[in-house]
């Protein structure tokens, strides 16, 4: 069977490093980063290679720019969320990331 079609609205592809493409609202991602707006409306660009990166962590930025939270960090993907963030300039995602590293952190300390 063919591939379903796109999701309305979805003009921008984050290419990440196996060659799958996660898609989204360029305007919404915009909104949220400097950088993403220089490059889509500035630049034309519609596609962003996102390969340094984990397909959870992308899931994860996209999630948070739509939602305006971080609702799936993780130990395994809040480095690289946390990265994005400072890629993308995207301040409250750094800010998120740091306040889950210290929550994590705080609680290895009252373990020990």
């Not at 596609?47 to 799936?72: H, M, N, P, R, W």
């Not at 740091?98 to 009252?110: D, M, N, P, Q």
Request: proline letters at 7%.
């Amino acid at each position: 069977p063919p591939p379903p079609p796109p999701p309305t609205h979805s003009n921008l592809k984050f290419l990440l490093e196996n060659g799958e493409e996660l898609l989204a609202n360029s305007m919404i991602i915009s909104y949220n980063s400097p950088v993403i707006e220089q490059l889509t409306l500035n630049l034309f660009q519609s596609t962003i290679e996102v390969q340094d990166f984990s397909k959870d962590a992308v899931q994860c930025f996209l999630e948070a720019s739509y939602s305006g939270d971080i609702k799936k960090i993780s130990k395994s993907n809040f480095r690289d969320v946390n990265k994005m963030g400072h890629v993308f300039d995207v301040a409250w995602v750094v800010d998120r990331c740091c306040e889950y590293f210290k929550s994590i952190t705080e609680a290895v300390k009252l373990n020990n």
